[in-house]
Structure formats: C-alpha cells, structure tokens
C-alpha cells in the first residue's frame, strides 16, 4: 500500500552574508619581516657567529698555548710518519708515536683548561681521571686502552713492541680529533666564513656572470647589426672576407685592395636611411698601415650616381668616428693617393 507519510523537505539554506575579515597589513608585513630575517640569518649566521665569538672570547691564553703546541707536534708527527711509511720495519715508527703521545697529551690538556681545570705548575702532566674528563667530553672511544696501551707508557715501551701501520694510522686519527674539538669555536666561525661567502659569493658571482653575458650578448647583437650591410671594394688582392661578411678567420682586415689610385670601399644600405653614425676601425697590425689609408673621404649617395663627401680625415688614425645625421642608400671611403685600402671594421648605425 502506498504510504500516506510525506516527507519534510529540507529547508535551503539562506547564502551566507558573512564576509571573510581581511587579514591585517600589520600581520602580513611581520610576516614577510619574519621571512626576511629567517633568509637573513640562513645566509649571514649572525647570531650563531655571535655565540661562537663569545665562546672563544672565553678561551684563556694557556689553553690557546697548549692547542697551538698540539698543532704543531701533530705536524711534526705527520711529516715523521709520511717519511717512514716506506720503512718495511714498524720500529721506524716509534719516535712519531712519541710525538703522538705529546700531541694527545697537549689537546688534552687545552680541553680541560677550557673546562677551567685547575693545573699545578707551568707544565702540567695529563692524568687518568684528566683522560678519562675528556674522552666523555669529546666522545672518544676506547678511552681506557688509548690509555693504558699507550699515554701512560714511556716511549722506551714502543722499542720492545713497535706498532703496526694502522695502529699509527689510529693514533693519528685519535689526535687529530682531539685537536679539532680543542679548536672547535675557531673551526666553527671559519666554516661560517666559507658558508657566508658560498652563499653569498656564488650568486653574486653568477649575476656577475649572468649581466656579463648578457652584455656581451647585447654586444654581438650590435656590432652584428651595424656590420651586416653588403660591401663593394674597388679590387681585391685575394685574402679577406666575402661580402656582407666582416669577420673572418685569421685574418686582420675584412678586405684589402691592391696598390692602385684612390681605392674604395662602399656599402649599401638596402634601401634610404637616415644614417646616424658610421666607426671606421682601421688596420694596425703593420708600422705602416694606418698611414695608407689618408687622406680619406667619406661619401653618401641616393642614386649611387651622385656622391656627396661629408667627412675628411688626414691624419692616421686606429678608430675614426663619424656623426653623420643625413639619409642616404650607400656609403663610401675613399682614398685620395695611390695606396692600398683595408679596414679591420666599418660599424654604421642607421635608424
């Protein structure tokens, strides 16, 4: 049977006319300050630098004495080691241990004067308990062997019982370690410096590069448009280049007349142009060769019939530069002796 039930609709809801409250400019301008000084100190590392700065400002002067003493006898111990590698006998490598032990032993001793470790007398002797401080401090393993087996022994010991190849290559590894821990602060503000200067050195070298590419670039571009204009020289001697071409291999001009009178050089514009400004860059690789081509004139025409002269020069010259600011379709220098005609470049700028 059909039910007699009628379902209720459900009432629509009315569109709401509440408006999402614009987020305040004093919000988003903290915002964007936070972002600034959080890629301000990614990149710089101030306050990190400051805390390395003031820790190592902390450091006494007997402890920077001691580290400088452990430097050094690691090096000594380094070069001694390095010679005797190619020594088939192991006993060769007694005398670097003895420079290990003090290398060790100095390290040691500048960590726990940093902890503020009182020492009695100039030259203080490590100890187990002194061994033992800082081998919990820096992490090192295997600090009761290294101490038994090897810091509290005289270095007579080694003689009876020489070590191995990689026995030194541990004992070195274990001195360097606790070098580096008792120059930590330094060795930390220097790796500061090399991130400061990648992070900011890179990209700035790579702008650099990048605006001087694209100098460069807009350069070519340039010179290739000012250089593109077919040419016509009177004669040719063979070598050179071919015609709009200006630039060719091995070669220190782009044509070269033979010895003839007045020789020439013309290009055509294509079609009239207001000429702005034309650069003559002449041949200079030979004593003589500036000489040759003065005097020269410069020349325009419309109908390449009638030829009007707009500039003169008489003296020799590498560069000769002409504001010119007439219309014209060609455009021709000319020499007003006998002599040989070539130019390195002609740079014409049209509008």
């Given at each position: ?154 270095v007579e010991k080694f003689w009876d019982v020489p070590p191995t190849r990689s026995r030194m290559n541990e004992l070195l590894d274990v001195t360097s370690q606790l070098i580096r821990f008792a120059k930590r602060a330094s060795l930390k503000l220097d790796a500061i410096w090399f991130r400061r200067t990648y992070r900011i050195g890179v990209p700035v ?147």
């Open positions: 049977m059909p039910s007699n039930e009628r379902h209720a609709e459900s009432p629509e809801r009315a569109p709401s006319t509440e408006q999402q409250e614009p987020i305040p400019k004093t919000k988003v301008a903290d915002h964007s300050s936070k972002i600034r000084r959080s890629i301000g100190e990614w990149v710089w590392q101030g306050r990190r630098a400051g805390a390395l700065r003031a820790e190592a400002s902390t450091i006494s002067d007997r402890a920077k004495v001691f580290t400088d003493r452990a430097r050094r006898t690691l090096d000594a111990a380094e070069q001694l080691v390095h010679v005797q590698r190619a020594e088939a006998d192991s006993a060769a490598f007694v005398p670097a241990v003895g420079l290990l032990k003090a290398a060790a032993s100095y390290a040691a001793l500048a960590i726990l004067e940093q902890q503020h470790q009182s020492f009695r007398g100039a030259e203080p002797e490590l100890t187990g308990v002194g061994w033992q401080t800082v081998c919990t401090e820096v992490g090192l393993k295997g600090s009761n062997e290294l101490w038994r087996e090897w810091l509290s022994q005289p070298i790579l702008a650099s590069v990048g605006v001087g590419l694209f100098a460069y670039t807009s350069y070519r571009e340039v010179v290739a448009r000012e250089t593109a204009f077919p040419w016509t020289a009177s004669s040719a001697t063979g070598d050179g280049c071919v015609s709009p071409s200006q630039e060719c291999a091995e070669a220190r001009y782009f044509f070269h007349t033979r010895e003839e009178n007045q020789p020439w050089i013309e290009f055509d514009l294509r079609r009239e142009s207001q000429v702005q400004s034309v650069k003559i860059g002449n041949r200079n690789d030979c004593e003589y060769c500036p000489d040759r081509a003065i005097p020269l004139v410069a020349e325009i025409s419309s109908d390449h019939q009638h030829w009007t002269e707009i500039a003169r020069n008489d003296k020799a010259f590498d560069e000769w530069y002409l504001k010119i600011g007439k219309k014209a379709r060609w455009i021709r220098f000319r020499s007003l002796k006998k002599t040989f005609l070539h130019f390195r470049q002609v740079r014409i700028r049209v509008e």
